[in-house]
């Protein structure tokens, strides 16, 4: 014994399915807006050169970035083979030579000692048109003389300062 369902029922006012909560009526449109206010302009940028027309420009691009990389490695290496060299004659005592055939204690020909200044010179890459070294009194330990001379076109004078008796010594510009 159940209970039959109930009977659907129509409704008594028409719904309205999207109702609008305005106040203003239904038929009514909002008022249009204008545009705000944009100048006109006769500027145009500049126009683009035409893309891919020729390979010119890239080759040239290209080898413009070779030049420019070559350059930075040469820039690179006189930079280091200056700093390894030890450019400028007062290289802090660098330029080293041993007088040869030296008796401790005893006198050293300046000529014999000129020519070994000379060669030193020489082997670091210097042009050496002239030396000219005194006698040296005694060849000993702290033992130094003055030499005079032209190296690359400059006139310069020289210290050269035994290290020992055995003839081992540096050259210092003065």
């Known amino acids: 014994m159940s209970?039959?369902?109930p009977?659907?029922?129509q409704p008594t006012q028409p719904t309205q399915a999207f109702a609008s909560p305005s106040p203003l009526p239904a038929h009514q449109q909002y008022p249009q807006y204008q545009q705000p206010y944009a100048p006109t302009s006769s500027w145009q940028p500049p126009a683009q050169p035409p893309r891919g027309e020729s390979g010119a420009t890239?080759?040239?691009a290209i080898v413009a970035l070779v030049l420019a990389a070559l350059a930075c490695l040469g820039v690179l290496v006189v930079f280091v083979v200056t700093m390894v060299s030890g450019v400028g004659i007062d290289a802090g005592g660098d330029l080293e030579g041993t007088a040869p055939q030296v008796v401790a204690g005893q006198p050293y020909s300046g000529e014999a000692l000129a020519a070994e200044v000379q060669h030193v010179f020489e082997y670091e890459g210097w042009s050496v048109d002239s030396m000219d070294c005194p006698d040296t009194p005694r060849?000993?330990?702290d033992a130094q003389t003055t030499c005079h001379?032209?190296?690359d076109d400059y006139e310069e004078n020289v210290t050269v300062d035994f290290q020992d008796a055995e003839g081992h010594f540096k050259v210092f510009e003065e």
Do not use: A, L
């Open 139 to 141: 060849v000993d330990y």
């Open 7 to 9: 009977e659907p029922t």
């Open 58 to 60: 890239r080759v040239i």
């Open 3 to 5: 209970t039959p369902p």
């Open 149 to 151: 001379g032209v190296v």
